[in-house]
């Protein structure tokens, strides 16, 4: 069974870092461009980040760029999120997707919480 | 404020069809065959229900189906099901480095 699962949420204070990590499992990891997507409370789903297999390349929202670095360790089967700089518009769930179709990131996984608070 | 527009809300009773619309620009969806449709179930993954504007992932029932007019693309549910009661958003390509642009959802209720 393809799956993704997301880790390293949590609560963080204003100009704080986080990293946060994805790891897959039943498919070829290292053949697959991988997404992160955000969503915040009570808002639709925002693209943040794209790492293309092989990651060589890599692609950044406007809001996220120069904050956020994405990476993989295609030996761990893992994507990772460092967030740097982080304010409260950056709260929300932090999901994991798999690039299988064109711009339709699937599957997704069920994310992990990011809460920027003081 | 999301980039594509959704209505907030639809419903139907079981059964019936449902039609969900997702507008946006002649720079996105208008431009772009690069339309999908997600189902979020809360507290779960989202799934990619719909692709490239008419396309069904494996798996995905055919009482799901897509389409595209101009700036606006929709997603029909046909013989509603209690289970089909979910959150819908959908997304679009929107070129350069824009590479995925998602609406605000639709909260479908199955009446």
């Known amino acids: 069974q393809e799956q993704l699962v997301e880790s390293g949420g949590g609560v963080v204070h204003p100009g704080g870092s986080l990293r946060i990590s994805c790891v897959a499992s039943?498919?070829?990891?290292?053949?697959?461009?991988m997404y992160w997507v955000r969503q915040a409370p009570g808002k639709g789903p925002e693209w943040l980040a794209f790492?293309?297999?092989?990651?060589?390349?890599?692609f950044y929202a406007p809001s996220v760029k120069g904050r956020f670095i994405i990476s993989r360790d295609d030996s761990e089967s893992r994507l990772f999120l460092e967030m740097n700089g982080l304010g409260p518009q950056d709260t929300a769930t932090y999901h994991c997707?798999?690039?299988?179709?064109?711009?339709?990131?699937?599957?997704w996984g069920p994310g992990t919480l990011v809460t920027v608070s003081s | 404020q999301s980039a594509l527009t959704q209505p907030p809300s639809a419903s139907g009773s079981p059964g019936q069809s449902v039609t969900i619309s997702c507008t946006g620009s002649s720079s996105d969806v208008g431009v772009y065959d690069y339309v999908s449709w997600y189902q979020h179930h809360p507290g779960k993954a989202p799934k990619l229900i719909i692709y490239?504007?008419?396309k069904r992932p494996s798996g995905v029932s055919d009482r799901f189906s897509g389409s595209k007019s101009g700036n606006t693309a929709s997603l029909t549910v046909s013989g509603l099901q209690t289970d089909d009661e979910a959150d819908y958003y959908c997304?679009?390509?929107?070129?350069?480095?824009?590479?995925?642009?998602f609406g605000g959802g639709t909260k479908l209720t199955v009446l």
């Open positions: 490239e504007v008419t």
């Open positions: 997304s679009s390509h929107a070129g350069g480095n824009n590479f995925i642009i």
């Open positions: 039943g498919f070829s990891f290292r053949s697959y461009g």
């Open positions: 997707a798999r690039d299988s179709f064109y711009f339709g990131p699937d599957p």
């Open positions: 790492i293309r297999s092989g990651g060589i390349d890599i």
